[in-house]
């Protein structure tokens, strides 16, 4: 099967996609910072033009608008435009890296330019993988604000979901600082309404269960990473970190208790998320 699957993969023509660019902007209202405020666990207040926002608040701009005549089963855009049309049915958010140079505030008018980075192929244990890797850099009037690199993963969905690596991990140090909340669909059902992300694996039990395998609705990977970027800066004197790096390990579902975590080393911070079984389900390393 892996075989077969590796035959229907054209490297060669995905690669043509590599130096593909776009720009799209956005304005930062006050009403878009409460709803991520509070879906962030963070007290919601009343944001005025001129204040700070949440870090990862560009993931809840400029997002891509499409008719429903142009979804696919899982409620993603159709495949081909911006990004390259990978035949494979399974799409996540891998990981990436963020640096933060200049804090978005209300009211900034946002520009983000993308550029399609790299396509690559692997095989694993789950099976053949696609990575596609996307630069973004995010300007406002006074300058850049955000650079960062997303990698996005395609799989087949034959054999079962990956509900966990095929090693179990390590067992997770003891966290010097945590904290916990709880992964409910209201949770995932509101961070996708503020990023305007149609994927039915973080709404839709009877698709992600019946049609995907998972056990439950899967936990967005930018809201893992954008909760470890929040514990860092709250860690830091409500500094963010120069540089933060973050790769997902195995999927977190909702139905039960997450926790943040940190140590602290003599770079900067390790931190991770994990869920209730204690088990990471992703990583970070943030620098200042």
């Known amino acids: ?11 060669d023509h995905l690669r043509q996609w590599i130096g593909r660019s776009t720009e799209a902007s ?5 009403q878009l910072v409460k709803g991520l ?45 911006f990004l390259p ?4 049915p399974r799409r996540m958010w891998a990981g990436g890296e963020l640096e933060f140079v200049d804090a978005l505030r209300v009211g900034d008018e946002a520009k983000r330019t993308s550029r399609i980075s790299d396509v690559t192929m692997k095989t694993g244990s789950t099976g ?18 955000i650079r960062e690199r997303q990698d996005i993963v395609y799989r087949d969905m034959s054999g079962a979901a990956p509900a966990a690596p095929a090693k179990a991990p390590p067992p997770a140090p003891v966290a010097k600082h945590r904290e916990s909340h709880m992964a409910d ?32 609705l899967v936990f967005h990977g930018p809201l893992q990473a954008a909760f470890i970027v929040e514990f860092a800066a709250k860690l830091h004197g409500g500094t963010p970190p120069k540089k933060l790096g973050y790769r997902g390990v195995q999927p977190l579902f909702e139905g039960s208790e997450f926790s943040v975590n940190a140590n602290d ?23 200042w």
């Open 1 to 11: 099967m892996t075989e077969a699957v590796a035959e229907k993969l054209d490297l």
């Open 128 to 145: 053949v993988l696609c990575f596609v890797s996307v630069e973004h850099t995010i300007t406002t009037p006074r300058g850049t604000a």
């Open 26 to 30: 956005d304005i930062v209202t006050a």
């Open 185 to 216: 669909p209201v949770l995932l059902f509101r961070y996708s309404a503020l990023t305007f992300n149609g994927h039915r694996i973080h709404y839709d039990r009877d698709y992600v269960t019946k049609v995907e395998g998972y056990p439950g």
């Open 85 to 88: 049309p990978v035949p494979l």
């Open 37 to 81: 405020r509070a879906t962030l666990f963070q007290e919601i207040g009343e944001p005025k033009a001129g204040d700070a926002v949440p870090f990862t608040t560009h993931w809840c701009l400029a997002q891509p608008v499409f008719a429903m005549s142009q979804l696919s089963q899982d409620g993603h855009p159709t495949r081909g435009g």
């Open 265 to 287: 080393t003599a770079a900067g911070m390790e931190l991770w998320t994990a869920n209730s079984q204690g088990q990471p389900t992703m990583k970070g390393t943030a620098t």
